[in-house]
């Protein structure tokens, strides 16, 4: 749906993106991510045609975002960053103006406008002028523009930003029941964020792509080791001991004390085997108290700090 | 092109949400006002002494009278008042950001551009249309001849349209509404005071100088004569700026 192949944007001397090439499949939704000026904004700006590339090229939907911007925009919704919408509007007909201009026909747009207003949770503010709504409300008249019209894809640059925690969690909802019938682009540097909502995620980084993978693929793929944390009641010497003498285990540390005898210690074994039931055998059987076992997961922030450390190194 | 028409609306709309057009209809108004009834009080006292000396009379006629002079002033106070309704067009839509939305929506630039022209013009439209009450009177105290004024607001509104064309073509230069207002401003006077100078230069360029003057041309509506000549002067300098306003909108792409 989205093939985006080489692009290189230069401000001035500026390189803001080089050679970012990355594909999108109908349905799908790819997180973006990358921290402050990344270059996340700037390509959605050319996905979007709001200006052209210095090199490489955009479709969407097959279109050239640049030489047929206009079928482009026709099959877009976008959301910029910093939501810019009229403030001297009140929301139902800055609504109204949006489905004009983006040409639904006229019979149509009341029930597109009520629907994108009941769908973003706007009832209770249709009749409000933009100016005096909060910055949440504001995020969600911006999400409701882009929708309004049905578009194949959306195009949205850090949509939760701002917003409570529950407005994140039901506009999180609603990008993830979008997703069915839409093509989705997100930016974000909030990692839960994307690795809840995105099926795949691109990392950029001082202009370039360092990672693209699914979500699951990229946590496993940077784990080298797997690390296993423990609390166990007894004495930590003979705790120690007891855990490196089991097999596969590559690495015991002991880690704060709980209290009184009670530690936790992390172990490390080899990724390819799952000493979990060995451990804990070994450690009952020396009759110490186990009062906790669990793997330790290794997040995409994790991932995206290594990647982007990496890159910088 | 319909698309013209809903940029127009919205464009229109924020006009009357903000207290821009109020205040400059209202100070229109105002000083018109003045104007008029000062010119009107003199051209009553000159033709209160014309009918004790009749020999006098002969020079009187209302175009020369009141007509010129009215319009004349009121090409100034439009000189003054057509940049503050230009100023936001563009320039605030860059500011706040809304340009970028915008420019990814389904809309052509020249659709924009018009949309906004179009809108800018209606409230000028306006203001004229409200200023017709100072001839409303006149007509309705004497019977004076109502072709003058005809070729007048015709040519006011040539001249004001094209001063709103060079606005918006400014404002697309600027993030900023004062300097879009001052340099509209600037730019207006240029073209106003060029035919100035050209007494001073030889006949050639004196001649081009004056054609060029955006004033000079006004002169002949004010005296109730359409000339053709005119009338494609402002309608060139109009569709001119408008041109350049598209072509600022497509550059303004590549600055990124
Ligand atoms: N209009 C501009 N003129 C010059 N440089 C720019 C412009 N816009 C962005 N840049 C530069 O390009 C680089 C990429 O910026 P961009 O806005 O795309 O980053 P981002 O990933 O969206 O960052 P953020 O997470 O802060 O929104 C930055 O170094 C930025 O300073
Ligand atoms: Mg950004």
């Known amino acids: ?313 | 092109m319909r698309n013209i028409f809903y940029l127009f609306k919205k464009e229109l709309r924020s006009y009357f949400y903000s207290p821009i057009a109020y205040v400059v209809l209202f100070i229109f108004l105002v000083i018109t006002g003045y104007f008029f009834s000062a010119i009107v009080t003199f051209y009553s006292m000159i033709s209160f002494q014309a009918m004790q000396q009749p020999a006098a009379a002969a020079n009187l006629n209302i175009t020369e009278g009141v007509v010129n002079p009215l319009f004349s002033n009121m090409a100034v106070i439009i000189l003054l008042m057509m940049p503050i309704l230009t100023m936001r067009l563009f320039s605030e839509e860059k500011r706040l950001g809304t340009f970028e939305l915008l420019m990814t929506y389904p809309i052509r630039d020249i659709e924009v551009v018009l949309g906004k022209f179009l809108a800018c013009v209606t409230v000028f439209a306006i203001m004229l249309a409200l200023s017709l009450v100072y001839p409303i009177l006149i007509a309705w105290v004497g019977r004076p001849d109502i072709k003058p004024f005809i070729s007048a607001y015709l040519g006011i509104f040539l001249m004001g349209s094209a001063f709103i064309s060079l606005g918006i073509l400014i404002s697309t230069l600027t993030e900023n509404q004062i300097i879009a207002a001052v340099a509209s401003f600037g730019v207006l006077i240029i073209f106003w005071v060029i035919g100035f100078s050209a007494e001073n230069t030889g006949p050639t360029l004196g001649s081009v100088l004056r054609h060029l003057s955006i004033i000079e041309h006004f002169q002949n509506f004010a005296k109730g004569i359409v000339d053709t000549k005119d009338l494609i002067y402002y309608l060139n300098f109009t569709l001119f700026f408008l041109f350049l306003t598209l072509r600022s909108l497509e550059s303004n792409k590549w600055r990124g």
């Open chain 1, 1 to 313: 749906m989205i093939a985006v192949e080489n692009l290189t944007k230069y401000y001035g001397t500026l390189p803001a993106i080089q050679g970012v090439s990355f594909r999108v499949e109908k349905g799908e939704i790819l997180g973006f991510l990358g921290p402050n000026g990344a270059g996340k904004t700037t390509t959605m700006r050319i996905l979007t045609g709001f200006m052209p590339a210095t090199s490489g090229t955009a479709t969407v939907a097959g279109y050239d975002v640049f030489k047929d911007s206009l079928e482009v925009r026709k099959r877009i919704g976008y959301l910029p960053e910093n939501v810019p919408i009229y403030n001297d509007m009140e929301v139902s007909a800055y609504l109204n103006f949006v489905t004009e201009v983006k040409g639904v026909p006229k019979k149509l747009r009341k029930e597109k406008i009520q629907q994108v207003i009941k769908n973003c949770g706007l009832e209770s503010v249709s009749n409000r002028m933009i100016k005096n709504l909060s910055k949440g409300y504001r995020q969600r008249v911006g999400l409701a523009q882009a929708l309004v019209n049905d578009p194949e894809v959306l195009i949205l640059d850090e949509p939760t930003m701002g917003l409570d925690p529950k407005q994140i969690t039901e506009i999180r909802h609603l990008i993830k029941e979008l997703a069915t019938e839409k093509t989705i682009i997100l930016s974000s540097h909030i990692l839960p964020e994307v690795s809840m909502i995105c099926q795949r995620v691109v990392i950029i980084n001082q202009g370039k792509v360092v990672a693209e993978d699914t979500t699951e693929n990229l946590t496993s793929r940077s784990q080298t080791s797997r690390r296993i944390l423990l609390q166990v009641d007894g004495p930590s010497e003979v705790v120690l001991k007891i855990l490196r003498e089991v097999n596969g285990v590559n690495r015991v540390q002991r880690k704060d004390q709980v209290t009184g005898n009670i530690f936790n210690y992390e172990v490390e074994a080899s990724k390819d085997r799952d000493v979990r039931r060995d451990l804990a055998h070994a450690i009952v059987q020396s009759g110490n108290g186990l009062l906790e076992l669990r793997p330790v997961e290794v997040s995409l922030e994790d991932v995206f700090v290594k990647l982007v450390t990496e890159e910088e190194g």
